[in-house]
């Protein structure tokens, strides 16, 4: 059975940078069938994407954080990894890792994991 | 980006009545070369990740219990949850997979009366 567990730093000071590491079991993260990606939740602006990666190669990034963002993929160690520059009080939120079939909606979530940045 | 919008904000229904959830998005998220609907509905209960629901706008993701169904086209949607259970209160998002950024609606939540 696929499980996904994020990992990373959970306390982030203002303008340094978060990395989160999401971790998949149980399955591969180099499938033609899916692709892989990053969602995030505060506790006020709902459900937000952050970008996802394809076994392609190609990565696509919400335009509100491109500038700050890089999604990678370690297909020896089944790990997605998100990279965040110049973190703000705005980055706090619940980070999610999740898989995207090519024919469906986002159907395997981990559990997420809290970042708050704050001095 | 593809605003999507949902209605009501929260709804209060009676155990074993009808809820519907209204998503609307700010254009058409209908592929005509494949006629599908690049639209997703997802429960997410206290505690808990987005549970996929349904795909397609109307396709019910495996082990989805019949009662809830989508529908809709073009821009505008809905989820139907019949015969509302206690399990069922949760808070109800729509997603658009049609164009990057992906994009969510703000969510609804579903309460028992």
């Known amino acids: 059975q696929l499980q996904v567990e994020e990992s990373g730093s959970g306390l982030v000071r203002p303008s340094e940078t978060l990395s989160l590491t999401c971790t998949v079991s149980?399955?591969?993260?180099?499938?033609?069938?899916?692709?892989w990606g990053w969602i995030r939740q505060s506790p006020g602006k709902g459900l937000e994407w952050i970008g996802s990666?394809?076994?392609?190669?190609?990565?696509y990034y919400n335009p509100s954080l491109k500038r700050r963002v890089t999604i990678s993929v370690d297909t020896s160690k089944s790990q997605i990894s998100l990279r965040m520059t110049s973190a703000t009080a705005a980055d706090t939120a619940l980070y999610y890792c999740?898989?995207?079939?090519?024919?469906?909606?986002?159907?395997?979530w981990g559990q997420g994991t809290t970042v708050t940045v704050s001095s | 980006d593809i605003v999507m919008t949902q209605s009501p904000e929260s709804l209060t229904v009676s155990l074993g009545g009808r809820a519907t959830i209204i998503c609307k998005s700010s254009q058409s998220i209908l592929y005509t070369s494949n006629n599908k609907n690049y639209l997703s509905w997802y429960q997410q209960r206290p505690g808990q990740p987005p549970k996929l629901l349904i795909y397609?706008?109307?396709v019910r993701e495996s082990g989805v219990p019949d009662r809830f169904s989508g529908s809709g086209s073009g821009t505008d949607f809905a989820l139907t949850i019949n015969n509302l259970q206690a399990e069922d209160v949760a808070v109800y998002y729509c997603?658009?997979?049609?164009?990057?950024?992906?994009?969510f609606g703000q969510g609804t939540r579903v309460d028992i009366k």
């Open positions: 149980g399955g591969s993260v180099s499938s033609d069938e899916y692709y």
């Open positions: 999740a898989r995207h079939p090519s024919t469906k909606g986002w159907d395997v």
């Open positions: 990666i394809y076994s392609s190669g190609h990565i």
């Open positions: 397609w706008a109307s």
């Open positions: 997603h658009q997979y049609y164009s990057t950024p992906e994009t």
